[in-house]
């Protein structure tokens, strides 16, 4: 392709192009090097069976480890269950969520959690609670008549 | 023949266009305007309701306001607007006219949209589709919401058949010669368009409308979301680049310049069927069932829009730069006082390009992988897009009203109308500054978008969020005052204004003398569409058959409003 560009049209084309790689670059490197992805699972359910399919018939918080545990939760119209937890700061948590009824969010104010939840999927997402104090877990995708009802409160404890 | 502004030669008597065209091209304005209305009536109602000081009537459902918000104005105001306008122009640049054949087929598209926004209306007004512009199983409208939505989108399909025949017509006639830019960026934008509604009609035809009416019990909610967003973010592209169009087309000859190059609008419009298709999974980062190297590839091809858009900002300011200097400005920077400042037709677009530099970057953050978790299902998304699509795009769009409706009604647009239209790009600028800087405060903060007025039981972090939401909803009063200010200057060009002494011209630019042709690849359509293909297959083909394949059951309907 014939390309006769004047001298500033090439140069902004090489800033274009040098502003996409350092853009890339960075994504890369987070994502490769630090192993930052957001909310991600392959791991399929009945949505209309959430209830008698393990974990989920008994949500609840697990330990597993030092100070590591498992919140395997049901988003469901119009609540999270459970709903009040109280979990030791520094707390890592690794996240199990599904819904038996419509696409659900959830989503922590003041942290990375944000993780979709979707009929016939189950998601997972590990975050660490290094704060004390009251987090707002909150339904941040459109569900319905009460979408604005739905949350849950954890508290995250002074050791 | 006629002479117009400048002494350019005019086809016609009287009037830009013949009758039947000028019937045609109107008859699409008008429905946007009355979409445009209902959509800000609800922007209104929405904007104040969230800040808990106004409770609305308990016959007034949040969220049937928003489907509202959401519909017409994302799919009825644009697609008729922009259907209009690319008609109008690819009119104007291939002849003049439309032959009847090419007419007809964009009278069809016509009726199919329409019956689609009447099917829709009636959804959404009866409260039967709260489901808002995104409309995500498994909660189910009414069968003929989705129906009423495939016929707009299926619709404006064939407006599109009129535009690649018009094209096709001129350069039959002129084999050698590169073709019209307005003609060429309107074939590329309906490329994009046509390859893009693919994923949402798929979606309805296959999935939802069946499933609505019954006819199959469950449905896949991962891949349905997955087609929605195939379509859902290029059609961000699609109203975009009608606005990259009078910037590139239409601003050259209103500021008596020339179009800086034959090669740079079209590169643009061509990277932009590449990299706004296999992208959507930007829209999902944090959806289960889709593989994170998936979702990391369509981040990186998300990432390529930034080419295009700085070299439209290039060529862009370059443009303006040389109508100014060849109005005799020679002191650096002494061109922009040469512009016309005055002229909201002028304004409106430059004021909406410069708050595209924060929407601009704002996206660029929507886009990063990491980041999006912050943001994502935030009002700091609206925020993102009130500056985009509701002020790039509609200030620009408000301006080729202001040459449209005079040229297709003969009448004149006075100094007092450009007045009014000046206030309307003041109302709105302060208002979206308000607005949009608060919903992206509030969305930093964590407060959810899509979500009714709610203070969460007393939680905390709900006081910070007073103040910005009081602010978003000023900013909504003052936008809502725009559009009333803007309806009542097109009902005065309509109606009203002075019949003008001499053909209104619709303004299309020409090339500078110095700009090189086009290379002739630029027009190989079968070319851009096979790579595009071939990019779609690579980046959708696997995270589809993966979330096809690995559901255990579907999701039964629910209406959960
Ligand atoms: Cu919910």
Known sequence: MRLDLPRLEALWLKISIGTLASFLLIIGIMAFGFHLHPASSRYAIDPTRVNETPPFDQPGLYAIGPNEYRAVIIAKLFTFIPSDLTIPKGATVHFMITSPDVIHGLSIPGTNVNIMVIPGQVNTFTYTFKRAGEYLLLCNEYCGAGHQMMMAKWTVKEE | ?561
């Open chain 2, 1 to 561: 023949m006629n002479r117009g502004d400048d002494g350019a030669t005019i086809h016609t008597a009287e009037h830009e266009f013949p009758l039947p065209e000028r019937r045609l091209f109107l008859a699409h304005f008008i429905i946007a305007f009355f979409a445009l209305f209902l959509g800000a009536v609800a922007g209104l109602l929405q904007g104040i309701s969230r800040t808990g000081l106004i409770v609305l009537p308990a016959a007034i459902g949040y969220y049937q306001l928003l489907t509202l918000h959401g519909i017409m104005l994302a799919y009825v105001f644009t697609t008729f607007t922009i259907v209009g306008f690319l008609l109008l122009g690819t009119a104007k640049t291939t002849g003049g006219t439309f032959t009847p054949p090419e007419r007809r087929l964009a009278w069809g598209g016509y009726v199919l949209m329409l019956a689609g926004v009447a099917l829709d209306a009636v959804a959404i007004l009866t409260n039967e589709a709260t489901v808002l512009y995104t409309f995500y199983p498994p909660m189910r409208a009414m069968p003929i919401f989705y129906i009423g939505v495939f016929l707009v989108l299926f619709g404006s399909w064939l407006p599109g058949g009129t535009i690649f025949a018009a094209y096709r017509r001129w350069k039959k006639a002129h084999p050698d010669a590169p073709s019209p830019l307005f003609a060429y960026m309107s074939v590329a934008t309906y490329i994009l368009w046509l390859i893009a509604t693919l994923g949402v009609l798929f979606e309805l035809a296959f999935m939802l409308i069946p499933w609505s009416l019954g006819w199959m019990k469950t449905i896949n909610v991962g891949a349905a979301r997955t087609f929605f967003w195939f379509f859902g973010h290029p059609v961000v592209y699609f109203w975009l680049l009608p606005a990259y169009i009078y910037w590139y087309v239409n601003i050259p000859r209103m500021i008596k310049g020339k179009i800086f190059s034959n090669l740079l609008p079209r590169l643009t419009f061509v990277l932009f069927i590449l990299y706004s298709i296999p992208v959507g999974l930007h829209h999902q980062f944090g959806d289960p069932g889709i593989e994170p190297i998936w979702k990391f590839i369509q981040a990186t091809l998300t990432f390529f829009v930034v080419i295009p858009t700085l070299l439209t900002a290039f060529a862009v300011i370059a443009m303006f730069e040389e109508a100014g200097r060849g109005q005799g400005a020679t002191r650096p920077f002494e061109w922009i006082k040469k512009l016309p400042w005055k002229d909201a037709r002028f304004l409106a677009p430059v004021v909406g390009m410069l708050f595209f530099i924060p929407g601009g970057a704002g996206g660029i953050i929507n886009a990063s992988y990491q980041l999006n978790q912050v943001v994502h299902n935030t009002l700091w998304l609206p925020g993102h897009f009130h500056l985009t699509l509701a002020t790039t795009v509609i200030l620009t769009y408000i301006a080729i009203t202001f040459w449209a409706i005079p040229s297709l009604t003969g009448r004149t647009y006075t100094p007092q109308a450009n007045r009014a239209a000046n206030l309307v790009v003041v109302l709105w600028s302060t208002g979206m500054l308000f607005m949009s800087t608060a919903m992206h405060v509030l969305g930093v903060l964590g407060e959810p978008r899509r979500t009714a007025y709610t203070d969460y039981a007393g939680a905390d972090v709900v006081e910070s969020w007073v103040f910005w939401r009081a602010l978003m909803g000023s900013g909504a009063v003052f936008l809502f005052l725009g559009i009333v200010v803007y309806l009542g200057v097109i009902v005065y060009l309509m109606m009203y204004a002075p019949q003008a002494e001499r053909v209104v011209e619709f303004p299309i630019g020409d090339v500078r003398d110095k700009a090189p042709p086009p290379p002739p690849i630029l027009e190989r359509w079968g070319l851009w569409v096979a790579i595009v293909g071939a990019l779609i297959l690579i980046a959708y083909t696997w995270p589809i058959v993966e979330l096809l394949t690995q559901t255990k059951n579907g999701a039964p309907p629910l209406r959960s409003w």
